[in-house]
């Protein structure tokens, strides 16, 4: 069992940036895929950002040239770099790792309790 456990977040002006970091207490380099998801209230968690175990990463459309994910797995920890922000950036952002388990694709999941980000002038 991997817990996961954000931190990071808290209140910026628009244009400013964050740095979330996601801390495993097992070794996130066993999980297929590392990704960021967020919430806004009313809203559905949504994507914004993954990078595989290999190393490769994909962006939701709305943070394409302002968010970069990177991971250190000799320190177990996913960050997430936030450019530029936006006030619809506010959200609490979710740390979520996976593990694919057979070859049936069945996999196991793993969430952090998220971390506040609002974004106000």
């Known amino acids: 069992q991997v817990q996961l456990v954000e931190s990071g977040g808290g209140l910026v002006q628009p244009g400013e940036s964050l740095k979330l970091s996601c801390v495993g207490s097992?070794?996130?380099?066993?999980?297929?895929?590392m990704e960021w998801y967020r919430q806004a209230p009313g809203k559905e968690r949504e994507l914004v950002a993954r990078i595989t175990s290999d190393g490769n990463t994909n962006y939701a459309v709305f943070g394409s040239g302002r968010f970069t994910v990177s991971r250190d797995n000799a320190k177990n920890t996913v960050y997430l770099q936030m450019n530029s922000l936006k006030p619809e950036d506010t959200a609490v952002y979710y740390c979520?790792?996976?593990?694919?388990?057979?070859?049936?694709?069945?996999?196991?999941?793993?969430w952090g309790p998220g971390t506040q980000v609002t974004v106000s002038s």
């Open positions: 979520h790792g996976f593990k694919i388990v057979n070859v049936e694709g069945a996999r196991r999941d793993f």
């Open positions: 097992g070794r996130i380099s066993n999980m297929d895929a």
